[in-house]
């Protein structure tokens, strides 16, 4: 047995069961795996322009967001000195704004300034703590560079003030918005029934030649779940992802903006919210993960595993968002 999960459909389907055929594009990017899959009249659908096409939507994200490569955008930013504006480019401040959004909806449980927090932890580019965990004194000096609030994000100008020491870290954001510019790139090309999918987010459309939506299995639970995406992404947040042993404990991923350490005993073991937007889906998983079964004020449609048990937990609002 398994429980089945079919959005409200909203907007037509836009494609009729019919002759086609499912096409498959993939690769890597962002430092994981990514597929589309898609249908397509005949087999001469898949070529090199799509492909690229979709590849530049990555790069766009990478050249902008990656904290990983020292000349994108946000790596100057957070290089900045303090006092300083900085004009953001139209994708970077359509991510940002969510992710500020985000913050002050989840009473900054997401904190898109979390940065510091993640390389002190090993979870950035530098990688891995060292053979000691961060001192309380290392803590206590991040925290002082950590809040959203710090930010003054001039959304008329589409700008951002550095005051000094923040670094902003898009990671939980970036991949799922990278979804949703993918998609959008699908759309424009006239593709119109996809899955497309990074490093286990995902954003469906339409339907497939035998008239079966895109069906995908949320991670985890007993019984398991599926849900139909037509118009709709799904992102997962989990501690099995990213995390490191020390001294018998697993440290997770996860950081808590408000204590700059990673979740303690993490009471969920994945997250998955399903939300029109891919990127919101992602910021909104970062933030159920931290706040467990405190998600649901959130009003996101949301799928919370915990560690202890096989049953899974659904808020209200992803038992009244799909029928």
């Given at each position: ?15 009729e069961k019919g002759p086609g055929v499912i096409q498959s594009l ?66 970077f401040f359509q991510v940002l704004s969510c992710a500020m959004r ?32 961060p001192a309380k004194s290392a803590i206590a000096r991040v925290r ?180």
């Amino acid at each position: 047995m398994r429980q089945v999960y079919i959005p409200e459909i909203r907007s037509p389907l836009g494609v009729e069961k019919g002759p086609g055929v499912i096409q498959s594009l993939s690769g890597t990017t962002m430092g994981t795996g990514w597929t589309c899959k898609f249908m397509a009249d005949t087999e001469s659908r898949v070529d090199g322009g799509l492909r690229a096409g979709l590849e530049r939507q990555f790069q766009l994200v990478i050249a902008q967001m990656s904290n990983w490569e020292p000349e994108s955008d946000v790596s100057r930013f957070n290089r900045a000195p303090g006092g300083t504006w900085h004009q953001l480019a139209p994708e970077f401040f359509q991510v940002l704004s969510c992710a500020m959004r985000v913050a002050e909806e989840s009473g900054g449980t997401y904190d898109p300034t979390v940065g510091p927090a993640v390389d002190l932890w090993g979870f950035g580019p530098a990688g891995g703590p060292g053979p000691e965990l961060p001192a309380k004194s290392a803590i206590a000096r991040v925290r002082r560079r950590v809040g959203w609030r710090r930010l003054r994000f001039d959304a008329d100008r589409r700008r951002v003030y550095q005051p000094g020491g923040v670094a902003l870290d898009l990671s939980s954001i970036a991949k799922g918005f990278a979804v949703d510019l993918a998609a959008g790139h699908l759309d424009s090309c006239g593709v119109r029934s996809y899955l497309m999918e990074i490093g286990g987010e995902l954003k469906g459309r339409g339907v497939k030649p035998d008239g079966q939506p895109w069906w995908v299995e949320l991670e985890g639970g007993d019984p398991p779940a599926v849900v139909a995406l037509h118009e709709l992404a799904v992102a997962t947040s989990g501690e099995y992802r990213r995390n490191f042993l020390h001294a018998g404990r697993i440290y997770g991923h996860t950081i808590d903006p408000r204590t700059c350490r990673p979740i303690a005993n993490p009471a969920w073991l994945a997250v998955s919210v399903l939300h029109g937007s891919c990127m919101a889906a992602d910021a909104y998983a970062t933030a159920a993960m931290v706040l467990g079964r405190g998600a649901a004020r959130l009003g996101i449609a949301a799928r919370l595993l915990p560690v202890d048990g096989n049953e899974a937990v659904e808020t209200q609002a992803l038992r009244a968002m799909l029928r």
